[in-house]
C-alpha cells in the first residue's frame, strides 16, 4: 500500500480496512462518489501491476488460482 499515491491509498484503506461505503469516502475526502470509484479502480490495478511484478508475471492468468 504505500507505493500507492496518498489519495489512492485513503480510499484503499477507508474501503477494506474501515469498511466504508464509496459514497461514505466521497463524502469525506470532499469528492464526487465517481471520482472514489476512478481513485479505487486505479490503486486495485496498480496493486495487481506491483503483485504481478513481484512474482515475475507480465500478463494476468484468467482463472489461475
Known sequence: ???LPERERQV?????????LLKEIATA???SA???SQLHARAL???RSAL???YGQ???KRGAA
Do not use: I, M, N, W
Not at 484503499?12 to 466504508?20: A, M, P, R, T
Open 34 to 36: 465517481a471520482r472514489v
Open 1 to 3: 500500500l504505500t507505493t
Open 58 to 60: 507480465d500478463k494476468p
Open 29 to 31: 475526502l470532499g469528492v
Open 45 to 47: 490495478e496498480r496493486l
Open 12 to 20: 484503499v484503506q477507508l474501503y477494506y480496512f474501515g469498511g466504508h
Open 52 to 54: 504481478r511484478g513481484a
